[in-house]
T-cell receptor
């Protein structure tokens, strides 16, 4: 069974530029999550989708971050414009609906904002 | 509000020694509890989970964890550590009805030969 796929793996941009990350979850997983992991910290949930609807985006900085999951499968996370403090690893995870939190993670995208 | 505390930022053990990583949680109801491992440059891998029932749960790679409600703890253990166990370990608590996870800050494990 294929795992969660993410691209790109690494990205370097300058502040005020825009960037987008892509995630393909495990087949059949209705729930998809985007996390931000700053160096030395645990992952912090940015947004949670159930199929193509948003369940929780309370910690998403909506003035600069946006995410979509149009067909209930793939998802993209966008940052526009990026700030220095956005430098982090962005992790995508997926789970079966009602799994109680047993999530499967992709390898992440490491973003450096200069 | 739910929270997770991992008191040890960094632990160093010798290969073959036993290991215990501490995790304390705060949650009003019966929690769903998880341990994840993250190797350098990798995503998180689920080691084990506790939902209900037997308070001692077995996971992958020879790890186990014990849920102690009276101490609000869910410590991870391994009887004999291998050099390949060197990684970052995260404890997490889930709000079961939303599948949302709250992670601790992690414990970095270093293994000496």
């Amino acid at each position: 069974e294929a795992g969660v796929a993410q691209s790109p793996r690494y990205k370097i941009i300058e502040k005020r530029q825009s960037v987008a990350f892509w995630c393909n979850p495990i087949s059949g997983h209705a729930t998809l999550y985007w996390y931000q992991q700053i160096l030395g910290q645990g992952p912090k949930l940015l947004i949670q989708f159930q199929n193509n609807g948003v369940v929780d985006d309370s910690q998403l900085p909506k003035d600069r971050f946006s995410a979509e999951r149009l067909k209930g499968v793939d998802s993209t996370l966008k940052i526009q414009p990026a700030k220095l403090e956005d430098s982090a690893v962005y992790l995508c995870a997926s789970s079966l609906a009602g799994s109680g939190g047993a999530q499967y993670f992709g390898p992440g995208t490491r973003l450096l904002v200069l | 509000a739910q929270s997770v505390t991992q008191p040890d930022i960094h632990i160093t053990v010798s290969e073959g020694a036993s290991l215990e990583l501490r995790c304390n949680y705060s949650y009003g109801a019966t929690p769903y509890l998880f341990w994840y491992v993250q190797s350098p440059g990798q995503g998180l891998q689920l080691l084990l989970k506790y939902f209900s029932g037997d308070t001692l749960v077995q996971g992958i790679k020879g790890f186990e964890a014990e849920f102690k409600r009276s101490q609000s703890s869910f410590n991870l253990r391994k009887p004999s550590v291998h050099w390949s166990d060197a990684a970052e370990y995260f404890c997490a608590v889930g709000a079961g009805n939303t599948d949302k996870l709250i992670f601790g800050t992690g414990t970095r494990l270093q293994v000496f030969p």
